[in-house]
């Protein structure tokens, strides 16, 4: 088991910036690949980037890109979603989710394992 506790989430402006924790306990942290998602209301929840076991790999979805930057610390247990220029449309629950398998694909949620109850984030115009 893996427990997930994800931190950070508030209220913002348009254009500010948050950076959402997420805190692991149970199994060897540094054996999950970490992955973010989020869900906004009445929509399905959406990839928005991951990390490979030892923080060398990235992905990103494209509405992301170039202003979110997940990170982590293997040593801390826990992984980080640095996002920048925030907007409206970034308004949604953030969940983070731990991933044992080694699978190429890292953006569909079914191949996450563990996941933390999630945060919320609102980003006001």
């Known amino acids: 088991q893996v427990q997930l506790v994800e931190s950070g989430g508030g209220l913002v402006q348009a254009g500010d910036s948050l950076r959402l924790s997420c805190a692991a306990s149970g199994r060897t942290f540094s054996g999950y690949a970490m992955g973010w998602f989020r869900q906004a209301p009445a929509k399905e929840r959406e990839f928005v980037a991951s990390i490979s076991r030892g923080g060398t790999y990235t992905y990103y979805a494209d509405s992301v890109k170039g202003r979110f930057t997940i990170s982590r610390d293997n040593a801390k247990v826990t992984v980080y979603l640095q996002m920048n220029s925030l907007k409206p449309e970034d308004t949604a629950v953030y969940y983070c989710?731990?991933?044992?398998?080694?699978?190429?694909?890292?953006?569909?949620?079914?191949?996450?394992?563990?996941w933390g109850q999630g945060t919320q984030v609102t980003v006001s115009s």
């Open positions: 989710a731990a991933k044992y398998r080694t699978t190429a694909q890292t953006m569909d949620e079914i191949l996450y394992d563990y």
